[in-house]
């Protein structure tokens, strides 16, 4: 999740403008993702997604990253959670509408489910209060934009983390990569 130094995911009006994306990340980023095999997304940023990603390689003035995202992205599994939507017609796609911890903990101890989690705020503020995520894998841009979404609201205990890497790309965006300290 792209975040800014002082702690936001998007500004105040949603905008993502602020963030630093090149080849070098989107690279790097495409071959983290194609380990994982399932998506998660609030409803607001998979609608956004889904209007985008599964055509997008198809375009004649197709980036690498366009091409390689497009194919990822209409071959995962895709999982929403979302209060006011179904699944039904929906490709490739189970919507979670209640029972979020319990839902959760199935896909996550199914074998070979590595589910990230892209952007959507609030689906992470949920999941962040249920304790149902395991890592942050945070790319920290060169910002601070003093107002705007944070990424952690309400947190009612802490929670330890363990560092597993960093990277610095040429931007100046710096990747962390933590693990949820379970004890």
């Not at 990603?53 to 003035?61: F, K, S, V």
């Not at 911890?101 to 589910?115: F, L, N, P, Y």
């Not at 149902?132 to 979404?149: A, E, S």
């Amino acid at each position: 999740m792209h975040i800014s130094l002082d702690g936001f995911v998007a500004g105040p009006n949603g905008e993502m403008n602020w963030i630093k994306v090149d080849e070098e990340i989107f690279d790097h980023v495409g071959k983290r993702i194609s380990e994982g095999n399932a998506a998660l997304y609030g409803r607001a940023t998979y609608e956004m997604m889904e209007s985008y990603w599964p055509t997008a390689g198809d375009e004649p003035n197709a980036s690498k990253h366009d091409i390689e995202h497009s194919k990822w992205y209409k071959n995962a599994h895709k999982i929403v959670l979302s209060s006011t939507m179904n699944d039904e017609g929906l490709t490739n796609t189970k919507v979670i509408n209640e029972n979020l911890s319990d839902r959760i903990s199935e896909i996550k101890q199914q074998a070979g489910k590595e589910i990230l989690l892209f952007g959507s705020p609030a689906a992470t503020h949920s999941l962040i209060q249920l304790n149902l995520i395991d890592g942050y894998w945070l790319l920290v841009n060169p910002i601070i934009l003093g107002q705007g979404i944070p990424l952690f609201v309400d947190i009612k205990d802490k929670i330890k983390l363990n560092l597993l890497t960093t990277r610095q790309f040429t931007s100046g965006v710096t990747e962390l990569n933590y693990i949820v300290d379970k004890q």
